[in-house]
């Protein structure tokens, strides 16, 4: 079966540190895996898309990493910010129209 | 730039009534178009999707139903609303020639009493 899995479920951090966030997959076939990041009551926005061929990418204090191998994938935040407070969704597609959600890491940045 | 819009933002129903949710993309043609349903604590579900006018493809058996009547529209629909249809729905649409980025709505949070 198909399964996203996501952890932790939930995290607290202090404003300035710094935070990863794990991913871990069973699609098949793989597209792409990306992480969205949702702010309470909004729709998802994308924060990162990884193909099978990368490694890491970065957008900003965002750095996305994937071992396509163990099928895992981390998202890094840096130096993180009161504004980070969301869930953090990491999605994985299949062929054509078919994406496969986890249930997101919820973080909250205290000052 | 392509923009997406989706309303009502909130929607408080009692059971038995009828939905309509409603949802256009501007500035691309021929998009994908997807329904989701979001409950606490849980991934998004996806109830709907359509490649083009008139061709709507059902994920989960359930009471509700969508339909593409022009390019960028799409809509979802109830004729009788269940307690158990409360939630938060999102639209999103992605480019059509490939699994791409999806973009999502602004969500609509449905309550049925």
């Known amino acids: 079966k198909n399964q996203v899995e996501q952890s932790p479920q939930s995290l607290i951090i202090l404003e300035g540190k710094n935070c990863t966030l794990q991913?871990?997959?069973?699609?098949?076939?793989?597209?792409?895996l990306r992480w969205y990041k949702q702010d309470t009551g909004r729709g998802p926005v994308s924060l990162t898309i990884?193909?099978?061929?990368?490694n890491t990418k970065s957008n900003g204090r965002y750095t996305a990493t994937l071992d396509a191998d163990t099928k895992q994938s981390s998202l890094h935040i840096t130096a993180s910010q009161l504004s980070d407070s969301a869930s953090y969704i990491c999605?994985?597609?299949?062929?054509?129209?078919?994406?496969?959600f986890g249930t997101g890491t919820r973080l909250k940045v205290l000052a | 730039s392509q923009t997406i819009h989706q309303w009502p933002a909130t929607l408080v129903q009692p059971v038995g009534s009828p939905l309509s949710l409603e949802c256009t993309v501007e500035?691309?043609?021929?998009?994908?178009l997807y329904w989701y349903r979001q409950a606490a604590g849980r991934g998004l579900q996806l109830l709907f999707y359509?490649?083009?006018?008139?061709?709507i493809s059902s994920e989960v058996p359930q009471n509700l139903s969508a339909s593409r009547p022009q390019d960028r529209q799409f809509i979802l629909s109830s004729k009788k609303l269940l307690l158990s249809d409360s939630g938060f729905y999102l639209c999103?649409?992605?480019?059509?020639?490939?699994?791409?980025?999806?973009?999502f709505g602004e969500g609509s949070r449905l309550t049925v009493l």
């Open positions: 999103a649409w992605s480019f059509g020639h490939n699994t791409g980025e999806l973009f």
């Open positions: 991913c871990n997959y069973t699609v098949s076939p793989f597209s792409n």
């Open positions: 990884m193909t099978f061929s990368e």
């Open positions: 999605v994985v597609s299949e062929i054509l129209y078919k994406y496969i």
């Open positions: 500035g691309t043609s021929n998009p994908n």
């Open positions: 359509s490649v083009g006018i008139g061709q």
